[in-house]
């Protein structure tokens, strides 16, 4: 049981290129979630996706587009990536039953550095 | 807008002391309040909960108390030992979503517990 796994672990990027975060969980959770993580900023929602098919805005969506593949998988797409993308970026799933928060477990995260 | 505050920012404590860290929120719809303890180079991983009809919830040496009509909770680690040090991040649910639930995170407390 791998739980949740994100790749690539490191990434460089130059400015205007895109690329796009993969994360997986087998867990079969309903919900699941893309943050960024920023030096004494938090965690910052992205998008999430409460159900294979749906996805919809979170806090801070403008730059990234998401695509949830199936139950399993949730991607995260920089189209023309910008230095102000530089971040961690962390996926999570959640269970979410009953319109009820349940934990959410994070995967090891990304870090991307766009030059 | 929605936000949660966490205070303090750094927490230094001596092995064996008590270390509290204490965050306030602003949506009187949140109902679930996890805590998180990120490590260096991985994921933040849920240590202890508290829902919205429960003032207080122990595990061991960690508890969480919650005062809804102040809307605040606290995070209490008694007897800390070095192995406790790590970033510390206090959540709050957000029915602000039309489906499924999302988190909103305080900024981060490092504790750093010295021998």
């Known amino acids: 049981n791998a739980g949740v796994t994100q790749t690539p672990k490191f990434q460089v990027l130059k400015t205007g290129q895109s690329m796009t975060l993969q994360c997986a969980q087998d867990?079969?959770?309903?919900?699941m979630y893309w943050y960024r993580q920023d030096p004494g900023m938090g965690l910052r929602l992205i998008y999430y996706?409460?159900?294979?098919?749906?996805?919809d805005k979170g806090e801070v969506p403008n730059g990234y587009n998401v695509s949830r593949l199936n139950k399993r998988e949730f991607s995260l797409r920089l189209e023309s990536a910008a230095p102000s993308q530089t971040s961690v970026y962390f996926c999570a799933s959640s269970e979410d039953r009953d319109r009820r928060a349940y934990e959410q477990y994070f995967g090891p995260g990304t870090r991307l550095t766009v030059t | 807008g929605e936000n949660v505050e966490q205070h303090p920012s750094t927490l230094s404590v001596q092995e064996g002391d008590s270390a509290v860290i204490k965050c306030t929120y602003s949506d009187s719809a949140s109902n679930y309040f996890p805590w998180y303890k990120q490590e260096l180079g991985k994921g933040p991983q849920l240590i202890i909960d508290i829902r919205s009809n429960v003032g207080e919830k122990k595990d061991q040496r960690i508890a969480v108390t919650l005062n809804k009509t102040a809307k605040h909770f606290s995070l209490h680690i008694t007897e800390t030992q070095p192995e406790d040090s790590a970033v510390y991040f206090c959540a709050a649910s957000r029915k602000k979503y039309q489906a499924g639930t999302a988190l909103i995170f305080g900024k981060g407390t490092t504790l750093s517990v010295s021998s």
């Open positions: 996706s409460a159900s294979e098919g749906t996805t």
């Open positions: 867990m079969n959770h309903n919900s």
